[in-house]
């Protein structure tokens, strides 16, 4: 097996044989990226295709510093959020409603811990935020996935910091919901 690297390397000079291999290796991780943030398998494999051609469009950006499995799948996010932002499908909490009732469901100690523990398999939770509403698994997925700030997904969907919350707040509690439908909690 070539070194990454050099796979990389030769990606840049417009190598066929290894853009490739370059798909090979990381293909099946940034699918699992675009089932997270698309409505079915065929979308998810439609973006997938679009991200590896801007991946090696832009695959000479990448210098080397850093893990290039990071870099791909930032390439790839920053794909489907573009996609989601031209498409307009997806309409989130609408601006105009109340302040207080907006800010009421927002948890101001967010990153602090729940005390539900639930008995889960980790795929059964990927299930479930598949099946979410869009609005708030795209935001559900950005933050507790991808790690990006309210400011940043503000940012990157159009949308407010409080609409940013509120929908991960909203993500939270229909899965809390889920979960104890199914009656999986300890």
């Known amino acids: ?104 469901e927002i948890d101001d100690n967010e990153d602090e811990q729940n005390d539900d523990i639930y008995d889960v398999d980790i795929n059964e939770v990927f299930e479930l935020v598949n099946q979410m509403p869009e609005k708030y698994k795209l935001v559900f997925n950005l933050y507790i996935i991808e790690k990006y700030s309210h400011d940043k997904i503000a940012s990157e969907l159009g949308i407010s910091k409080g609409t940013s919350k509120s929908n991960l707040s909203r993500a939270r509690n229909w899965l809390k919901k889920q979960l104890e439908n199914k009656k999986i909690k300890k």
């Open 1 to 104: 097996m070539t070194d990454i690297a050099q796979i990389v390397a030769q990606c840049k000079r417009g190598n066929r044989q290894a853009q490739k291999q370059l798909y090979e290796a990381f293909a099946p991780k940034l699918f699992a990226v675009c089932l997270r943030y698309c409505k079915n398998r065929m979308e998810a494999e439609d973006m997938l295709h679009e991200g590896f051609i801007k991946i090696f469009e832009k695959i000479g950006q990448y210098r080397g510093e850093g893990n290039i499995s990071a870099w791909l799948r930032k390439v790839m996010v920053n794909i489907v959020l573009d996609e989601m932002r031209k498409s307009k499908e997806i309409s989130f909490v609408d601006e105009k409603e109340s302040v207080l009732e907006r800010y009421a």
